[in-house]
Structure formats: C-alpha cells, structure tokens
C-alpha cells in the first residue's frame, strides 16, 4: 500500500487556502488544515506529517513560533513558511530557525507543489539514509563475526578496544581470514560509524593509478584528467581510510603515504592546493612485513607508522572448534540467498571438514558450501558429496591376517603394518604431515620422528 504524504497547513485565512488544498489533494496529498498556530500544535500531538506550511503572520502563536516548536517536538516534519511580507530579514529569521524553505505570499500554486515535492523528496532520502546506516552498522557489529574458538575470543577483545580510539591498526593474516570484515568491523563499532568508511585494494590497482586514487588529481595533470578529481583520503573526511594489501605498495608511493601519515596534509596531483583532511587509517596484508622490511621491500619508517596496534586473523586452522559454526552459519546464509529449502550436513562430512587444513581459510570453506548448497539433492550433505580432496575416511581399514604353519613375526608384521598405514595415511593427506598426523591420532613431531626412524619418504607434487 502506497502511503499519501501528509501536510499540515497553518493559515488564517481559509479562502486563500481553498485552491491549494483542492490542488495537493488532486496531486495525490493527504492534508490537513487549521487556523492557528495552536491548533497545528494541538493536531501534530495526535498525528505525524511530512510538511507543515505555515502563515508567519496568525493571531496567538506567531509562524516564527510554531516553527520553534516544530524545530524541537517534531524534527522530523519539514516547515515551509508562507510570509505576506517577502523581507529578506523575514526569511533569515525563519531559515535560522529550521525552516526548510519559505514562500512569499500570494505564493503560486506550482511553485508551492515544486517546493512541497523537493522537500518531501528530501525527508524521503534522509530517512533512507539513516535506515541504510543502521543495516549498515547492524551488518557489521561485532557478533555478526563468527567463531568461539579461544582465538576468536582473543580477537573480540582487543577488537572491542581498538574500536574505541582512533589509532592507526595493521590486521595481518593469511589470504580469506576476512581481514576486510576485521577492518569493518573496527569502524563500525566506533565513534566514526555515521563518517565513510573508504577502502581500497592496494595490490589491485596499478602504480601509475594509485597515487590519483589515493589523493586526487587536478583538470589536464595528466593525458586522460578531463576533469578534478577527488581521492579516497579526501572523501573519506571524518571518517576510515581502509589500506588493503598494503605490503603490494610501490616504493614511491610508500614514500607519499609515510609523508601524508606524518602530516595528515597532502596535494593533489598536478594541484598546489595543501589540502588537510582528518581520517584513520586501517591497513592489511598478508604479508611478513617485518621480513619485507629485514628485505629492504617496504619502508621501515612507514612499517611503525602502520603498526601502531597490530591485529593478528588466526587462520581457520588453528580456530578449535570453529568449522561447525562455520558451516552452519554458511548452509543457512546461501540456502536463505538462493531459496533454497534448508539443507543440513552429516556427522561424517562434518568431521570431514574439521580434518581439512583450508589453506584457503574461511573464504575457501564458504565457497565449498555455496558449491554443495546448489551442487548437492537431497537434504542432507554427505561425505560422498565434498570435494575428493575433502573426503576424509572414517576409520583406516586393517587387513586381515593370517597365521601359517609356522606362525608370524608379531614385531615385524606390526612394524610393517605401522609402515603402511603411515604410508596410506600420507596418501590420503596428499602428503601434508599435520593432516596425516590427524588421521593416525598423533602429533605432527612424532609422525616426523616416526618417518626418520623408519626412512620413511613421501613425494609431494
């Protein structure tokens, strides 16, 4: 159902009204009138509109007023004044108090229709705004992370902290740990949260593109600048600048982004303009800086200036416990997208999952629920229906032995069997000695020990 926006008009003289009502209601208006300043009062404590129009000169409550009150009771009503005087000290005075506009009487009536249309156009995309931010922040609260493994916790906390300064943070972490959600994260539950949040990825634009992106350039600064452009650390004023990738930066523009750090001051390029601007930075990178430093790769100056609270993302293997949750969260998330009925997964695939090292991390691990979601019938997502690579055995099968005449060699039939579940425990792991140890129920050191001991070699690749 189509809601009529809603006007009250204020006026004491209802002859001149009648035309402009009988207009606003042709026009699709829900309107309401009264005769003074009081009477509008009374009517706005008993219903919402979106517009009051009001006369600035009624006996009793004066238009300048009622806009006062309206100002401080009803802010979310935009008031358009009506004045017989057309002063400029009249319009002044009403514009300082809150007015949204103001006519001069006898107003046309299409030109009070173009205002009433243009202001409820604006109240229609300030309420829009303020419903987007709140997805916005909703979508990036804290408990929208998932993970209960004792490194998640870990991460909240300090997350928590962090989000209520304004130091500059580098998240490190291995590719798909969800560094971007980390950074979101900070900024949403701080004091910035209604200022942009501006990312950019480091590694994916070119050198040459780069700098005009971060800070901006100026008409004819190079072939193809039609026209001024704004960077990212002006547009994000007040607000985050998010670095991704950071460690992918070139040298000369480290040396330009240590500078801006320093000074929070910048030019853009081809301008002479020293332009200040007030943002935060968070940067990323999968990458050892420090080992890049060591590596004359990155600057050791602009490394510190980064690194003023360092953000580890634990990778998902080393997060106990957290995989169910995952994929929970995940069958739910892509079965809701893509309407489809809710599917679950077996006890069996489950453990599977839990086996695997995901070196892709978590960003891996949705993109194989997404797969099995829409690849898989039935309800239920089995062993059989993972990815080989995935599909973990339950349980390495004994073969059955048998006695001869002479009976067997217990010490050398147990060592050979010891060899070969080693072996087709290596084999199943695609010879990654910490999946292997899994699969034997031991610990990565003694599944080494045990491979020297025995001169036990596998080939990788």
Not at 1 to 7: A, E, F, L, Q, T
Not at 151 to 171: E, G, N, P, W
Not at 387 to 396: C, L, S, T, Y
Request: include cysteine; hydrophobic fraction near 40%.
């Amino acid at each position: 159902m189509v809601v009529k926006p809603r006007i009250l008009i204020a006026d004491d003289e209802p002859l001149t009204l009648e035309l402009i009502v009988e207009r606003l209601q042709a026009e699709g208006y829900e309107v309401e009138v009264v005769a003074s300043g009081e009477e509008a009062v009374s009517a706005a404590r008993n219903s919402s509109f979106n517009v009051l129009l009001t006369d600035l000169s009624m006996p009793g409550m004066s238009g300048i007023e009622l806009l006062a009150h309206f100002a401080g009771k009803h802010p979310e009503t935009l008031v358009i004044v009506l004045t017989g005087y057309g002063t400029i000290e009249t319009a002044v005075e009403a514009m300082k108090r809150g007015a949204y506009d103001y006519l001069s009487k006898p107003a046309n009536i299409d030109e009070i229709l173009l205002t009433l249309k243009r202001a409820i156009e604006l109240k229609d995309l300030k309420e829009e705004n303020v419903l987007l931010r709140s997805q916005l922040q909703d979508q990036h609260r804290l408990d929208r992370l998932i993970g209960q493994s004792p490194a998640m916790q870990a991460l909240y906390r300090i997350i928590r902290r962090v989000s209520k300064t304004d130091s500059t943070v580098l998240v490190t972490g291995e590719s798909g740990t969800g560094k971007e959600l980390i950074a979101n994260a900070i900024h949403y539950n701080g004091s910035r949260r209604d200022m942009p949040f501006v990312p950019i990825n480091c590694g994916a634009i070119p050198e040459e593109l780069l700098e005009s992106e971060l800070f901006g350039h100026e008409k004819g600064a190079f072939t193809g600048a039609l026209k001024e452009r704004r960077g990212r650390f002006e547009l994000a004023h007040k607000g985050t600048v998010f670095l991704d990738e950071i460690g992918e930066m070139s040298p000369k523009l480290q040396v330009k982004l240590l500078r801006f750090l320093q000074e929070t001051k910048f030019q853009r390029i081809g301008g002479t303009k020293t332009i200040e601007v007030d943002v935060r930075i968070l940067a990323a990178t999968n990458k050892d800086l420090e080992k890049a430093v060591a590596d004359s790769e990155f600057r050791e100056d602009l490394f510190y200036r980064l690194n003023v609270i360092p953000i580890h993302v634990p990778p998902l293997r080393e997060r106990e416990g957290d995989v169910p949750l995952l994929i929970r969260h995940f069958l739910r998330q892509h079965c809701r997208k893509k309407d489809i009925p809710q599917k679950k997964m077996s006890k069996g695939a489950v453990e599977s999952l839990q086996m695997y090292e995901w070196p892709g991390n978590v960003r891996e691990l949705e993109n194989v629920i997404e797969r099995l979601v829409i690849l898989t019938d039935g309800d239920e997502i089995e062993i059989s229906d993972l990815p080989k690579r995935m599909q973990i055995p339950r349980q390495a099968e004994i073969a059955k032995i048998e006695f001869g005449e002479e009976g067997i060699n217990l010490k050398d039939t147990l060592d050979e069997l010891e060899n070969r579940l080693i072996l087709d425990a290596l084999q199943k792991a695609s010879g990654v000695k910490n999946k292997a140890a899994k699969l034997l129920g031991l610990n990565r050191t003694t599944l080494i020990e045990k491979m020297k001991k025995k001169q036990i070699e596998f080939p990788v690749g």
